[in-house]
């Protein structure tokens, strides 16, 4: 009996640990997936530029403070406006327009 309290204790410690780990896993991956999406956007504008460098900044600030929620959020939030401003150029692209 002693066996199987002591394994669910030891199952519970490990699932309100592994947030914690996936948290820096997805904070450390949306900042990959952020440097390698600037790399290869050639339609970013020196001021979007200028916003996702300040926001990585920011997010790697919360990262090596500890705060891989804070990480998340940050490189979430601007992986989405990076998908957004791709998807924008893409469309505008495909429609056709030349000057």
């Known amino acids: 009996m002693k066996g199987t309290a002591l394994?669910?204790?030891?199952?519970?410690?490990?699932?309100?640990a592994s947030p914690v780990f996936a948290a820096e896993d997805l904070c450390a991956g949306n900042l990959q997936k952020i440097d390698d999406t600037m790399k290869t956007m050639t339609t970013a504008s020196e001021a979007t530029k200028m916003t996702v460098g300040d926001q990585v900044?920011?997010?790697?600030m919360a990262q090596t403070n500890g705060d891989k929620e804070k990480c998340v959020t940050i490189s979430t939030k601007v992986l989405s406006?990076?998908?957004?401003?791709?998807?924008?150029?893409?469309?505008?692209s495909g429609s056709g327009g030349g000057a």
């Not at 900044?57 to 790697?60: C, M, S, T, V």
């Not at 998908?83 to 505008?92: C, F, L, R």
């Open 57 to 60: 900044k920011e997010a790697k």
């Open 81 to 92: 406006e990076l998908n957004k401003t791709e998807k924008g150029s893409g469309s505008a």
């Open 7 to 16: 394994s669910a204790l030891f199952a519970a410690a490990t699932l309100l």
